[in-house]
């Protein structure tokens, strides 16, 4: 895997000679952790369902699966433990290339400004296809996602489902594709804009569950959120954006739901 060596081109060379350079992956060392960065993600997923299978069911088959993983405790307890998973192998990659975690994944603060800026877009984004869905008559919400609330509600498990989808979910994926994925193909002839194109459409290949109206709508909220990764250089800011549209889109499946 090939690294490269971006930062501080101006240092003098006795300086660069005493100092070791923190380094990033070039385009296919990215592509290739990530991929298995995305691998253990879902192998910590997958261990959740087949416990719950032979816990229940007492057999490891395809309907035992099956049946596992419809359930909402299932569901919400696999997506958490695809956050430590996805950290614990950030962290073999980063380390091989001797930059601190935090500045890799642009674990820093943002300003007041940015937040508010990136509220009012992903409200626009949003509300922008919301009023696109009723215009062409196409589902605004998947149905699945429906179901799986309603089912958390009835079992008791909304407060679980809640830490899964709009803390560990948003956290997750944010930490592979806007710190992880972008960092490093932003560093290469992709620049900025090319990271942030291809990391959304990697990020909208995640979310295949849904129509192509919704995935149409997941690659222009992965846009915003990858414009407002490099507009603040954090990670935190797109975390937090994430967790908001994810709360929002619950708390209306949910009310929809009711009506």
């Not at 049946?67 to 430590?84: D, F, K, N, R």
């Not at 960092?183 to 979310?207: F, K, N, Q, V």
Request: aromatic share 10%; charged share 10%.
């Amino acid at each position: 895997m090939d690294s490269i060596v971006p930062e501080n081109p101006a240092a003098s060379a006795p300086e660069l000679a005493t100092r070791p350079q923190p380094r990033v992956w070039k385009f296919w060392g990215t592509l290739l952790w990530g991929l298995l960065v995305t691998a253990a993600m879902f192998a910590a997923q997958i261990a959740v369902v087949i416990a719950f299978a032979m816990l229940r069911q007492g057999r490891l088959d395809f309907a035992a699966l099956v049946q596992a993983a419809s359930g909402s405790l299932t569901i919400s307890l696999s997506v958490i433990m695809g956050l430590p998973a996805v950290l614990l192998t950030l962290w073999i990659a980063i380390r091989r290339c001797g930059t601190p975690y935090t500045e890799y994944l642009a674990l820093r603060r943002t300003s007041l400004r940015d937040i508010l800026i990136g509220v009012g877009g992903m409200l626009v984004v949003v509300l922008g296809w919301t009023l696109l869905s009723r215009i062409t008559g196409r589902e605004a919400s998947s149905d699945v996602m429906g179901e799986v609330l309603q089912s958390a509600r009835s079992s008791g498990a909304l407060w679980l489902m809640s830490l899964a989808f709009c803390v560990a979910a948003p956290a997750t994926e944010e930490l592979l594709v806007r710190g992880f994925l972008y960092r490093g193909w932003s560093e290469t002839r992709l620049g900025p804009w090319g990271a942030i194109t291809l990391s959304s459409l990697l990020w909208t290949g995640l979310h295949l569950q849904y129509g192509w109206f919704l995935l149409g709508e997941v690659f222009c909220i992965g846009l915003w959120l990858g414009y407002m990764r490099y507009r603040s250089a954090s990670i935190w800011l797109t975390i937090l954006l994430h967790g908001l549209n994810n709360s929002a889109a619950m708390v209306a499946t949910i009310w929809l739901g009711q009506g």
